[in-house]
């Protein structure tokens, strides 16, 4: 079974300037999540969609962040303008695979990791 | 007060150790308990699970909870090089729910 794929894996950008990240998760899993990892500090929920609604965004930074899972499969989460507390691993994680998995199957990607200078 | 405490570290003990990893959550509506391990530059991985309070046994690893006391712990025995990694508390409400709130992590490197 394929794992939930992001790219990229890095990216180094100014402030005040924008970034997308992209996500696809394992193939029949209806729920799909962003989170933002500071280093030294667990995952911390964005967002949460089930198929494409949003279920959860209430950790939304709105002003500058947004997401979007268009047909239900991948997604894309946008940073725009980006600010220096912003740098941060982003993973993005899915689940909804058989209720015999443990916890549905919930998967995280790798993570892109940004620098915002 | 965090949802999930948990000692950052980090951690350092030599190969073979008995490794403890402790962590406390507030909210009594959390019903599932989990263990996450989090390698350098990787996602977090699921390592153990568990719904009641107890041990639960896998191999090297034991996780224990104590409901009564909102405590959660890690047993890692005859530690090993590759058990380096941070090592992520997670609680849940509603298994089906999914939604997961994260502890910060500790850091554990086993020295060989």
């Known amino acids: 079974e394929a794992g939930v794929a992001q790219s990229p894996r890095y990216k180094i950008i100014e402030k005040r300037q924008s970034v997308a990240f992209w996500c696809n998760p394992i193939?029949?899993?209806?729920?799909l999540y962003w989170y933002q990892q500071i280093l030294g500090q667990g995952p911390k929920l964005l967002i949460q969609?089930?198929?494409?609604?949003?279920?959860?965004d209430s950790q939304l930074p709105k002003d500058r962040f947004s997401a979007e899972r268009l047909k239900g499969v991948d997604s894309t989460l946008k940073i725009q303008p980006a600010k220096l507390e912003d740098s941060a691993v982003y993973l993005c994680?899915?689940?909804?695979?058989?209720?015999?998995?443990?916890?549905?199957?919930?998967?995280f990607g790798s993570g892109t990791r940004l620098t915002v200078v | 007060q965090k949802e999930v405490e948990q000692d950052p570290g980090p951690l350092s003990v030599p190969e073979g150790a008995i490794v403890s990893l402790n962590c406390t959550y507030s909210?009594?509506?959390?019903?599932?308990f989990m263990w996450y391990r989090q390698y350098s530059r990787k996602g977090p991985e699921l390592l153990m699970y568990?719904?009641?309070?107890g041990n639960k046994e896998d191999g090297r690893f034991t996780a224990q909870v104590d409901k009564s006391s909102k405590y959660i712990s890690l047993f890692i025995r005859d530690s090993q090089p590759s058990d380096s990694a941070t090592y992520l508390c997670?609680?849940?409400?509603?298994?089906?729910?999914?939604?997961?709130?994260f502890g910060t992590g500790t850091r554990l490197t086993i020295i060989p």
């Open positions: 994680a899915s689940s909804g695979g058989p209720t015999r998995s443990p916890n549905y199957g919930y998967t």
């Open positions: 193939s029949g899993h209806a729920t």
């Open positions: 969609f089930q198929n494409n609604g949003v279920v959860d």
């Open positions: 909210n009594s509506a959390f019903q599932y």
């Open positions: 568990t719904y009641s309070s």
């Open positions: 997670v609680v849940g409400s509603n298994f089906g729910n999914e939604k997961l709130t």
